[in-house]
C-alpha cells in the first residue's frame, strides 16, 4: 500500500513539473520605446537571417537572440519560418562565405528586455513574462 502511495504521489509530482514546464507564456518581440518603425513578420524574417540591417525608417537595427535549444527561441523560430538546424546552417554558411556574424546571443529573456531598455537600436524577442515597461512590445506571438 505504502508503494502505490509513493508511486501515485510520485506521478503526480512529475505531472505537476511537466505541466507546469510546457505552461508557455507568449513571445513578444520588443524594441526600444522611442522606435517608431513597422516590423511584421517579413521584416524580422530578413533581420534575423541578416538580409537586413536596418528598420523600415533607415536606422540601424541590431537583433538579438535567445540561445540554441530555448523555447522561446524555438518559436520564434517558427515563427519567421525556419527551425533550428536550418537557423543554424544559414548562420554557419553565412560565417564561413562573408564573415557576416549572427545575432547577439543574450543568456536570458530578462537579459534581451535590459539589453533593449538601453539600445534604441535593439530588437528583440522574449518570455511575455519578462516584459517592463522599460520596453515596447510591438508584436505577440502565441505559443
Do not use: C
Not at 535567445?66 to 522561446?72: K, N, R
Not at 524555438?74 to 544559414?90: C, G, M, N, S, W
Not at 560565417?95 to 530578462?110: I, K, V
Request: no cysteine; aromatic share 6%.
Amino acid at each position: 500500500m505504502k508503494h502505490l502511495a509513493l508511486r501515485t504521489l510520485t506521478g503526480l509530482m512529475l505531472t505537476t513539473l511537466l505541466m507546469t514546464g510546457t505552461a508557455l507564456a507568449d513571445l513578444v518581440i520588443v524594441v526600444h520605446p522611442s522606435n517608431t518603425a513597422a516590423i511584421d513578420q517579413s521584416f524580422l524574417k530578413n533581420l534575423y537571417l541578416g538580409n537586413t540591417r536596418q528598420f523600415s525608417d533607415g536606422t540601424r537595427a541590431e537583433p538579438l537572440d535567445l540561445p540554441a535549444g530555448d523555447s522561446i527561441r524555438e518559436t520564434f523560430l517558427r515563427a519567421i519560418d525556419q527551425t533550428p538546424v536550418k537557423y543554424r546552417r544559414h548562420w554557419s554558411k553565412a560565417l564561413f562565405t562573408t564573415g557576416q556574424q549572427p545575432p547577439m546571443e543574450m543568456n536570458s529573456s530578462t537579459a534581451v528586455i535590459s539589453a533593449v531598455a538601453t539600445n534604441p537600436a535593439a530588437i528583440g524577442y522574449a518570455d511575455s513574462e519578462a516584459v517592463n515597461d522599460s520596453v515596447k512590445v510591438v508584436m505577440r506571438v502565441r505559443q
